[in-house]
């Protein structure tokens, strides 16, 4: 039976789409991989999934090296090159904007451990929210994938068991095997001959005289 096509569209489910990005993702790295063996090239995968994880893959060498590699041999990229003032610059915007970042995440866990709200603004626990949105999703992930991991164990441990009693069964059933003596024993008592139990006489009503 064909396949049916995919319709290339957002997965709604957070579950199904975490479980999809992951059979995805693993695949693109593996098809890198065997890209860069067979043909002898040089592969760079940056991948940041909808959290801000982040992977990469090179498949020689180093990520840093290909990206320099790719900066020779790109003309735009060297000329949009930024000056390092401009770039230290936008370190610093970054480096305030994590510790922006890090500042929320503290005051969410003071809230979490009890501290009230009277120190978080609204934005900030709009940020709480979707953080243990993010959270909740990867707990019920992580317990889904535990709970198939269990069931799988439970069906094998019956497949087993099941085989090991119909094995049992057959040295049984050769053991004690219908022309067995004690075989016959066990059906003489569960069907009894009724034909060798006599039936009392009956006394004759006649009388006799001397």
Known sequence: MARGKIQMKR????????????????????????????????????IF??????????????????????????????????????????????????????????????????GGTGAMTLDELNDLEKHLEVCVYQIRSTKMDIMFQEIELLKNKERILKAANEHLQEKIDEQYGINNPMQQVLTDSQYPLWTNIQCPLTISNEIYQF
């Open 49 to 114: 999934s909808s959290h801000g994880k982040f992977y990469e893959l090179a498949t020689k060498g180093t990520m840093q090296g290909l990206i320099e590699r790719y900066m020779k041999c790109n003309p735009l990229g060297a000329q949009t090159e930024q000056p390092r003032d401009k770039q230290a610059l936008d370190l610093k915007g970054e480096i305030s904007l994590l510790k922006h970042k890090i500042d929320g995440l503290q005051k969410g866990l003071r809230f979490i451990s009890g």
């Open 11 to 46: 997965i709604e489910n957070p579950v199904h789409r975490q479980v999809t990005f992951c059979k995805r993702r693993t695949g693109l790295l593996k098809k890198a991989k065997e890209l860069s063996v067979l043909c002898d090239a040089e592969i760079g995968v940056f």
